[in-house]
């Protein structure tokens, strides 16, 4: 006797292509509240005069995909490396040579001879001037607001994305 398949192939398709629409619903419901949260610190962060060295760790460990579970232990981590300069706490407000120094460390950004042999915050602030991150007038002891810090990431991505590209 002829035994008929249980299902086709057509309907096999159908099958996998609800299951796919339905589970993409499913994240896209659990996503949009981190989505949301992001936007809301984006935000609280392009409104701030002027940015702490705790909130700016915390924003370029998540841009640069680093682990950090939150904005002290983001800090922890950026001052355990050196990646901060010496003396500075999560509180105090944030100079233009410090995160400089952030930047380049925490997005791995090669730097010239001086650089590499110093590491420090001038250095840095001097290596991002000549990359062309860090523009207009500008000087090494300048405070940084949230509008400074996500251009200076901004360009930061670009510069990536052009050696990603050669």
């Known amino acids: 006797m002829y035994n008929k398949p249980l299902y086709t192939d057509k309907d ?11 589970i993409s619903a499913v994240c896209l419901i659990f996503a ?3 989505f949301a949260q992001t936007a809301a610190e984006v935000e609280r962060l392009l409104a701030a005069d002027s940015v702490t060295y705790g909130q700016a760790a915390w924003f370029l460990s998540r841009a640069a995909e680093l682990p950090a579970s939150n904005p002290e232990a983001a800090f922890d981590n ?3 490396r050196n990646w901060l300069p010496k003396n500075v706490s999560a509180g105090d407000t ?7 120094l952030l930047v380049m460390r925490s997005f791995d950004i090669g730097g010239g001879v001086i650089y590499s042999l110093r590491r420090t915050p001038h250095y840095a602030y001097r290596e ?6 860090i ?3 500008t000087y090494p002891s300048m405070t940084v607001s949230g509008s400074d810090l996500i ?8 510069l990536k994305d052009g050696e990603n590209r050669q």
């Not at 096999?12 to 629409?21: A, D, E, Q």
């Open 151 to 158: 251009f200076i990431t901004n360009r930061v991505f670009a």
């Open 135 to 137: 523009q207009g007038r």
């Open 32 to 34: 949009s509240p981190v």
């Open 94 to 100: 944030a100079r233009l040579d410090g995160i400089a």
């Open 128 to 133: 991002l001037v000549y990359k062309n991150i």
């Open 12 to 22: 096999i398709k159908i099958f996998t292509m609800k299951r796919v629409l339905y």
């Open 78 to 80: 950026a001052a355990q």
